[in-house]
């Protein structure tokens, strides 16, 4: 069983708070943690239809026959039971740790626990397994393979191949939890927007072009996009918000929330694909800014992290802001050291003050002392986030 870095978190708030709700992603191991974490609860799973009868046939005798503490998982089927658990968390003021919820959708879910539960619970996000939690399980591996593996738990856990995970992931969860969402009346159309969704990773969000390469409407792609990001398969990384000046771009960039998932919408089927395919340098880029998101959400932490893009195209991959300072990270998939790779944040530093730091995250050792900028290696993105007081 490969330890979870969010179990920490979790456990705080469990001593914390009445109500504790884990979302994610599908099979991001929000069961097993929840269930390994507090064994001595009983669990249900609102996606049995057993227990959904039972749930809405009578919400009291439900919660009667099944007291606390009580795991229910996948919660957002059934919102309605959200206001029940309310009542029973205000008669009891002092006792924490009652329910823990798991969810994989966030509309739906943040909406209930908004709206009921709003003071009582406390939200833990965790994505799939992280570079850290693999490296303390035994099972580092190569650049190539995390990024042609991807990081969901059944990949370790239980062996199975990358090719069947994904085209499973697609086939049932993503159609499933998409069409919860948003009636999707063409799937082929779909399909190819995944896909061109894919070739575009790392790059800024164009709608128009890409409702032009499929054939459909502007607000249908901001209406699927949303719903890729409700359902985890994509994140979004914002523009430094803060003003300075129109010579920096407002729009934001996209990841795949799960880089195995964007090399499968890729077509790459082999690890030796990874480095000769035209979008190496976007792969690598993903699976890194994934990493700083997750170092910051299994800590409980909001993924405050930015990328900062003037119109000229000069861009600093990753800003992260500490107090009224900024962090930059330039992302490179070389192995090889280059005093070039700090020339976007030097050029940029001009029009940025309140830099605290300058950091280049690639495939070679680390060299935290360079001239104008440290060097490290992408394993080492968490250490280098906690030496610099972010998590």
Not at 52 to 79: K, W
Not at 267 to 281: W, Y
């Given at each position: 069983?490969?330890?979870?870095?969010?179990?920490?978190?979790?456990?705080?708030?469990?001593?914390?708070?009445?109500?504790?709700?884990?979302?994610?992603?599908?099979?991001?191991?929000?069961?097993?943690?929840?269930?390994?974490?507090?064994?001595?609860?009983?669990?249900?799973?609102?996606?049995?239809?057993?227990?959904?009868?039972?749930?809405?046939?009578?919400?009291?005798?439900?919660?009667?026959?099944?007291?606390?503490?009580?795991?229910?998982?996948?919660?957002?089927?059934?919102?309605?039971?959200?206001?029940?658990?309310?009542?029973?968390?205000?008669?009891?003021?002092?006792?924490?740790?009652?329910?823990?919820?798991?969810?994989?959708?966030?509309?739906?879910?943040?909406?209930?626990?908004?709206?009921?539960?709003?003071?009582?619970?406390?939200?833990?996000?965790?994505?799939?397994?992280?570079?850290?939690?693999?490296?303390?399980?035994?099972?580092?591996?190569?650049?190539?393979?995390?990024?042609?593996?991807?990081?969901?738990?059944?990949?370790?856990?239980?062996?199975?191949?990358?090719?069947?995970?994904?085209e499973n992931y697609l086939a049932t969860y993503v159609e499933r939890d998409v069409n919860q969402i948003a009636n999707i009346k063409?799937?082929?159309?779909?399909?190819?927007?995944?896909?061109?969704?894919?070739?575009?990773?790392?790059?800024?969000?164009?709608?128009?072009?890409?409702?032009?390469?499929?054939?459909?409407?502007?607000?249908?792609?901001?209406?699927?996009?949303?719903?890729?990001?409700?359902?985890?398969?994509?994140?979004?990384?914002?523009?430094?918000?803060?003003?300075?000046?129109?010579?920096?771009?407002?729009?934001?960039?996209?990841?795949?929330?799960?880089?195995?998932?964007?090399?499968?919408?890729?077509?790459?089927?082999?690890?030796?694909?990874?480095?000769?395919?035209?979008?190496?340098?976007?792969?690598?880029?993903?699976?890194?800014?994934?990493?700083?998101?997750?170092?910051?959400?299994?800590?409980?932490?909001?993924?405050?992290?930015?990328?900062?893009?003037?119109?000229?195209?000069?861009?600093?991959?990753?800003?992260?802001?500490?107090?009224?300072?900024?962090?930059?990270?330039?992302?490179?998939?070389?192995?090889?050291?280059?005093?070039?790779?700090?020339?976007?944040?030097?050029?940029?530093?001009?029009?940025?003050?309140?830099?605290?730091?300058?950091?280049?995250?690639?495939?070679?050792?680390?060299?935290?002392?360079?001239?104008?900028?440290?060097?490290?290696?992408?394993?080492?993105?968490?250490?280098?986030?906690?030496?610099?007081?972010?998590?």
């Open positions: 069983m490969i330890q979870r870095n969010a179990a920490e978190y979790v456990a705080r708030m469990a001593k914390s708070f009445p109500v504790v709700s884990i979302t994610g992603p599908r099979q991001s191991g929000k069961t097993t943690l929840a269930r390994t974490m507090f064994p001595d609860y009983e669990y249900l799973n609102l996606e049995n239809p057993d227990t959904m009868h039972e749930a809405t046939a009578d919400g009291a005798s439900f919660f009667r026959n099944h007291p606390t503490p009580l795991i229910l998982d996948e919660v957002q089927r059934m919102p309605e039971l959200l206001s029940r658990i309310q009542v029973m968390v205000d008669e009891k003021p002092s006792q924490k740790g009652m329910f823990i919820l798991t969810g994989s959708q966030q509309p739906r879910l943040k909406e209930g626990l908004s709206q009921s539960l709003a003071g009582r619970v406390a939200i833990a996000t965790l994505l799939p397994l992280s570079i850290a939690e693999l490296e303390g399980a035994e099972m580092e591996q190569t650049r190539e393979s995390y990024m042609h593996n991807g990081f969901m738990p059944r990949l370790y856990n239980e062996g199975i191949a990358p090719f069947d995970v994904y063409n799937r082929r159309e779909f399909d190819m927007f995944l896909r061109v969704l894919a070739g575009r990773a790392g790059q800024l969000v164009n709608f128009q072009s890409i409702a032009n390469d499929i054939g459909v409407s502007v607000p249908t792609v901001k209406n699927w996009i949303s719903v890729l990001e409700a359902c985890f398969i994509i994140t979004t990384l914002p523009c430094y918000y803060r003003n300075f000046g129109k010579r920096f771009v407002k729009a934001p960039k996209i990841y795949f929330t799960d880089v195995g998932m964007l090399t499968h919408l890729l077509g790459i089927r082999e690890e030796s694909q990874i480095v000769r395919d035209p979008l190496f340098g976007a792969i690598f880029e993903n699976m890194v800014v994934m990493e700083a998101f997750k170092a910051k959400l299994n800590r409980g932490l909001p993924p405050d992290m930015y990328f900062i893009r003037d119109r000229s195209g000069t861009e600093v991959d990753l800003v992260a802001e500490q107090g009224r300072k900024l962090h930059l990270f330039e992302i490179k998939a070389s192995a090889s050291y280059s005093a070039d790779f700090t020339k976007n944040m030097d050029k940029l530093a001009k029009d940025i003050p309140d830099i605290a730091s300058r950091n280049v995250i690639y495939s070679g050792d680390d060299l935290p002392n360079g001239k104008t900028a440290g060097y490290f290696n992408f394993k080492s993105i968490e250490r280098l986030m906690k030496e610099l007081s972010l998590l």
